[in-house]
C-alpha cells in the first residue's frame, strides 16, 4: 500500500524557514517524480515545486522560486522541501504527492494528508 | 506559465441530477489535464487524468472528456457523497498549474 506521510510543519515567524519531510513506502521511490502542492485556508491548490525521480531535475513556480528548494534522498525514500524567506502568503497546508507514471510528469495519484505551515507577521 | 479557468466556482444540485464543470486552459494543452476531487480536511483525490480517463475504482458517473482548451467534467447522477470541491489541474507545461475549484453543494 502507498503511504506519504509528511511532517516538519509549525509555526514560524515571516523570514524564517522550515524544512518539510514526506516519507514514502509501499512503492519503489527513486522511479516515480514527486511534488509538493500547497492549500492556503479557505483557498484553493497551488502546485509549488517538482523533482524528478532521480533528483537532477526540479521547477517552480515564480511564486516560490528563489526561497523554496525541492530534495530527495532515494536512499531513505523521503521527499524534502527547504522553505527560507517564509511569508505569511506561505501559510498553508502542504501536501507531497506522487507522480502516476515512472516518468518525469503525470496526475497526481497519491497524496499525503498533508502537514500545516503557519506563518506569523 | 499557463492559465487554468474553472467554471462555476460553485454550484448548487440536487440528488441524481446531472453536473456539468468546465475548464479552459489559456494555451493548448493536448489532452494533459486532470480532475481531482476534495472533502473538507481530505487530501485531493484523483478521478480522471488525461482528460478522459477514469481513475481505478472510481465510478462510472464521473466522466471528463476535451481536449486543446476546453474541458468538461461530468458527474452523471449526483449522489450524496459527491459533495466536494473538484479541481482540474494541466500538466502540459512543465509548470503545473490548477483550476480554482469548483465547490458543490446541495440544493
Known amino acids: 500500500e502507498v503511504q506519504l506521510l509528511e511532517s516538519g510543519g509549525g509555526l514560524v515567524q515571516r523570514g524564517g524557514s522550515l524544512r518539510l519531510s514526506c516519507a514514502a513506502s509501499g512503492f519503489t521511490f527513486y522511479d516515480y517524480a514527486m511534488s509538493w502542492v500547497r492549500q492556503a485556508p479557505g483557498k484553493g491548490l497551488e502546485w509549488v515545486s517538482r523533482?524528478?525521480?532521480?533528483?537532477?531535475?526540479?521547477y517552480y513556480p515564480d511564486s516560490v522560486k528563489g526561497r523554496f528548494t525541492i530534495s530527495r534522498d532515494n536512499s531513505k525514500n523521503t521527499l524534502y522541501l527547504q522553505m527560507n524567506s517564509l511569508r505569511v502568503e506561505d501559510t498553508a497546508v502542504y501536501y507531497c504527492?506522487?507522480?502516476?507514471?515512472?516518468?518525469?510528469?503525470?496526475?497526481?495519484?497519491?497524496w499525503g494528508q498533508g502537514t500545516l505551515i503557519t506563518v506569523s507577521s | 506559465d499557463i492559465q487554468m479557468t474553472q467554471s462555476p466556482s460553485s454550484l448548487s444540485a440536487s440528488m441524481g441530477d446531472r453536473v456539468t464543470i468546465t475548464c479552459q486552459a489559456s494555451?493548448?494543452?493536448?489532452?494533459?489535464l486532470n480532475w481531482y476531487q476534495q472533502k473538507p480536511g481530505k487530501a485531493p483525490k484523483l478521478l480522471i487524468y488525461d482528460a478522459s480517463n477514469l481513475e481505478t475504482g472510481v465510478p462510472s458517473r464521473f466522466r471528463g472528456s476535451g481536449s486543446g482548451t476546453d474541458f468538461t467534467f461530468t458527474i452523471s447522477s449526483l449522489q450524496p457523497e459527491d459533495i466536494a470541491t473538484y479541481y482540474c489541474?494541466?500538466?502540459?507545461?512543465?509548470?503545473?498549474?490548477f483550476g480554482q475549484g469548483t465547490k458543490l453543494e446541495i440544493k
Open positions: 494555451q493548448d494543452i493536448s489532452n494533459y
Open positions: 504527492a506522487k507522480v502516476k507514471w515512472g516518468v518525469a510528469t503525470g496526475p497526481f495519484d497519491y
Open positions: 489541474q494541466q500538466y502540459d507545461d512543465v509548470l503545473y498549474s
Open positions: 523533482i524528478s525521480g532521480n533528483g537532477r531535475t526540479t
